[in-house]
């Protein structure tokens, strides 16, 4: 293939061009926010998970808390009804002054116990409110971290995408001078070669692979027109010649 000397030149400009392209994407996808991002979404998600539990757990002693309450109020009520009827003189029958008298002392006793219950049940709640309360606040500060990374991540993408707005405005008219066969296969080499398709030949290496062109293959590059398309025989990119190229 030939191509005109200075298309071939035109050709390193847009493989910077695609180059400083690729760099932007890639800086856009090793963006610190990402990792930061997905660390906090991760612990935003176990620290709801735990306040739904916490949450539920308070739900769930609220509900055991008023039940207990309810029994110990069903106790002192009829231990009530009993000592009224014991006070009023209604009960005259010994055997049932002292039926009566055993159920006031044994209404007293499970009195007492289901007012510790309730008593347990209250420090279990309060903990569990406590717990929630903490969760709530946990919740909210790495909520209000992953906003802001999310922010500064968008910031960033937003600046990226500008600059790579205008490299590709400008790969565009470099692309658009160079000849459409030259173009073409640069396109097709660059998309087998990790995305360089031309290399400048620099003090006789090939700026592609690094490596450097031995005497044959020197020989070889003086003696062909300037208009020849040249390909690195170790990488085969094309290799553009330059006034650095050591020939």
């Known amino acids: 293939m030939n191509a005109a000397p200075a298309d071939q030149i035109r050709l390193l400009d847009v493989q910077a061009l695609d180059l400083r392209l690729s760099q932007l994407d890639h800086k856009r996808n090793s963006l610190p926010e990402h990792a930061e991002i997905e660390s906090l979404t991760k612990d935003l998600a176990q620290l709801r998970d735990l306040l739904v539990a916490s949450t539920t757990e308070e739900s769930d002693t609220a509900r055991e808390q008023v039940k207990a309450e309810q029994d110990v109020d069903q106790v002192r009520q009829r231990a009530a009804r009993d000592q009224q009827r014991l006070d009023s003189g209604a009960v005259t029958s010994s055997k049932d002054l002292e039926s009566l008298q055993r159920e006031i002392v044994s209404l007293a006793k499970r009195q007492g116990d289901l007012e510790d219950v309730v008593l347990e ?7 569990a409110q406590e717990r929630v309360k903490e969760l709530t606040e946990r919740v909210s500060s790495v909520q209000t971290k992953a906003d802001d990374a999310v922010t500064r991540r968008d910031a960033a993408n ?6 790579a707005a205008t490299v590709t405005k400008e790969r565009e008219v470099v692309a658009g001078a160079v000849a459409a066969d ?7 080499l660059r998309v087998q070669h990790g995305g360089v398709g031309a290399a400048r030949l620099y003090r006789r290496k090939c700026e592609g692979c690094q490596l450097e062109l031995n005497i044959t293959e020197v020989n070889d590059v003086r003696a062909a027109s300037a208009d020849t398309v040249l390909r690195c025989e170790n990488c085969r990119r094309i290799l553009v010649r330059t006034a650095d190229s050591g020939l």
């Open 121 to 127: 049940v209250m420090e279990r709640r309060e903990s």
């Open 158 to 163: 937003e600046e990226l995408d500008a600059e």
């Open 182 to 188: 030259l173009l073409k296969l640069y396109e097709k």
